[in-house]
């Protein structure tokens, strides 16, 4: 579960670089592995300056919803919601502002302990990786990534199904 909220967070915060957007969405592929096991995820995200929306697609069916520090977890697979308060998002705006170029695409970013490195192409976040906690290597891929489109509000309200169990 603390993957998911530092993954949110690094996301969240790391377009806050561009403040050009008003909205940013993309496909994704979040590779977590270990010297045991390595599960890909899939699916898309769409945020904005304080609200996202996470639909995570395979392996799991889930969707994440965030508005400002507030989260609701759906995981259709449990029939169970969760809704919580994010305490402590990472503020990679800071650290990135003073990120250090590696190379022509690819800058290191550290914060509380933990090295990010940024992979660009063409000016976009094209790759995300970094060790978590667990010991885990994190790596997450943008595709399709599209910035500034009509997006419904209505998208960012949890739909929660009557017979799912809400744990708060």
């Known amino acids: 579960m603390k993957v ?3 993954l949110l ?6 377009f806050a670089l561009d403040l050009s957007f008003e ?3 993309s496909d994704f592929i979040q590779s977590i592995e270990n010297k045991k096991t390595k599960i890909n995820y899939t699916g898309h995200f769409i945020i904005t300056h304080n609200k996202a929306l996470w639909n995570y697609q395979n392996p799991m069916h889930k969707d994440i919803f965030i508005d400002n520090n507030k989260i609701t977890i759906i995981e259709y697979d449990l029939e169970q919601v969760i ?3 994010l305490e402590r998002i990472p ?3 800071e650290i990135f502002k003073n990120a250090k170029k590696i190379n022509q695409n690819t800058y290191e970013a550290k914060y509380e302990n933990t090295t990010y490195i940024l992979n660009l192409k063409e000016n976009q976040v094209e790759n995300i ?8 290597n994190v790596n997450i891929k943008l595709l399709n990534q599209k910035r500034n489109t009509h ?14 169990d809400i744990v708060s």
Do not use: A, H, V
Request: no cysteine.
């Open 4 to 6: 998911i909220f530092i």
């Open 9 to 14: 967070g690094l996301i969240i915060k790391i």
């Open 23 to 25: 909205n940013f969405s």
């Open 83 to 85: 809704i919580s308060k």
């Open 91 to 93: 503020n990679l705006n």
């Open 129 to 136: 990786s970094y060790k978590d906690e667990f010991d885990n």
């Open 151 to 164: 997006i419904d509000e209505n998208l960012f309200i949890p739909k929660i199904p009557k017979n799912f």
